[in-house]
């Protein structure tokens, strides 16, 4: 049972490249979050999707960009990554309807920018 | 704007001593509080949501609107519940559901 899926685990980028992170779920759930975990600081939402083709900002949405073409991916981009993005990212996944919904997370991913 | 306080970094406790954490948060509409678990290693996971007012592990956490807080306590800790505990405030916005997490206590439990 995959659940959540994010790849890749492990990243080490140079300032100013460009990569994405991918999270793939499997559980037919619509609603979709991107997170980031940093020391100190929780879990902070960075964007999330209601649905296929739909996408919004959460609450630190900045040097990221995001796309949910197909409804079981949802997909993180780091344009120019800097060293403030050096961070966990965690996706999750719920479903949409009611309320206490829960959400279930992948395993994450470890960025370093260097 | 909602916002949840855990004030604790770490606790740490014996093994069989009683576990309180702790967690406030702030919200102008209803509530919906969730307690998550990380485990070494692991993907972080429910533990407990108040509206099931149920016993996971042996955790239990009451909310209480007039301190608007949701403790998670255990009577008798065990080593196995070493983790990291994320305290969570559930809003549902009409288009969206969307959780705003508190900064996490790691507990420790010793022999």
């Known amino acids: 049972n995959a659940g959540v899926t994010q790849t890749p685990k492990f990243r080490v980028l140079k300032t100013g490249q460009s990569m994405t992170l991918l999270c793939a779920q499997d559980m037919n759930h619509e609603y979709m979050y991107w997170y980031r975990q940093d020391p100190g600081m929780g879990l902070r939402l960075i964007h999330y999707?209601?649905?296929?083709?739909?996408?919004a900002k959460g609450e630190v949405p900045d040097g990221y960009n995001v796309s949910r073409l197909k409804k079981q991916n949802f997909l993180l981009g780091l344009e120019s990554a800097a060293p403030s993005q050096t961070s966990v990212y965690f996706c999750a996944s719920s479903v949409s309807l009611g309320r206490n919904q829960p959400q279930h997370f992948g395993d994450g991913t470890r960025l370093s920018i260097l | 704007a909602q916002r949840v306080t855990q004030p604790e970094k770490l606790l740490s406790v014996f093994k069989g001593a009683p576990v309180e954490l702790k967690c406030n948060y702030s919200y102008s509409g209803s509530p919906e509080l969730f307690w998550y678990v990380q485990y070494s290693r692991q993907r972080l996971q429910l533990l407990l949501r108040?509206?099931s007012r149920e016993s996971i592990k042996g955790f239990t956490a009451d909310l209480n609107k007039g301190e608007t807080s949701f403790h998670l306590k255990k009577p008798f800790a065990q080593e196995e519940d070493s983790a990291m505990y994320y305290c969570a405030l559930g809003i549902n916005t009409g288009t969206a559901s969307k959780l705003t997490f508190g900064t996490g206590t790691r507990l420790q439990v010793t022999l």
């Open positions: 108040h509206i």
């Open positions: 999707s209601v649905g296929e083709g739909t996408t």
